[in-house]
């Protein structure tokens, strides 16, 4: 098993916009070999942002790093993106793979 994370910190006020866009996109992820699950998780909440994390498990590795290659890929992130503002930085992108 690999579980891929991105952790996003979000200005407080954009998480509506931001879940909203998350849950009309087309991930295309059914399409993909190896993949299994995604879910969009909201964590604490600050006075700076609030934080996310699009939490993805796959069979392997390299299921993963072929997602990333594909078509499916590039057309799942080539969708709507949220306003401007509702970003603080980039995201943190987190690779685990199972060891029991």
């Known amino acids: 098993m690999f579980i891929a994370m991105n952790r996003f910190k979000i200005t407080p006020g954009f998480e509506e916009g931001f879940e909203k866009i998350w849950r009309e996109r087309d991930t295309y992820l059914s399409t993909v070999p190896g993949f299994k699950t995604f879910n969009l998780l909201k964590g604490p909440t600050t006075d700076e942002h609030v934080l996310y994390a699009s939490h993805s498990v796959w069979e392997s590795r390299?299921?993963?790093?072929?997602w990333t290659e594909s078509d499916a890929f590039r057309k799942a992130h080539a969708q709507t993106s949220a306003p401007?503002?509702?970003?603080?930085?980039?995201?943190?992108?987190?690779?685990?793979?199972?060891?029991?």
Do not use: I, N, R, W
């Open 62 to 66: 390299e299921a993963f790093d072929a």
């Open 84 to 100: 401007k503002g509702t970003y603080l930085g980039h995201p943190d992108l987190e690779l685990f793979e199972s060891v029991l």
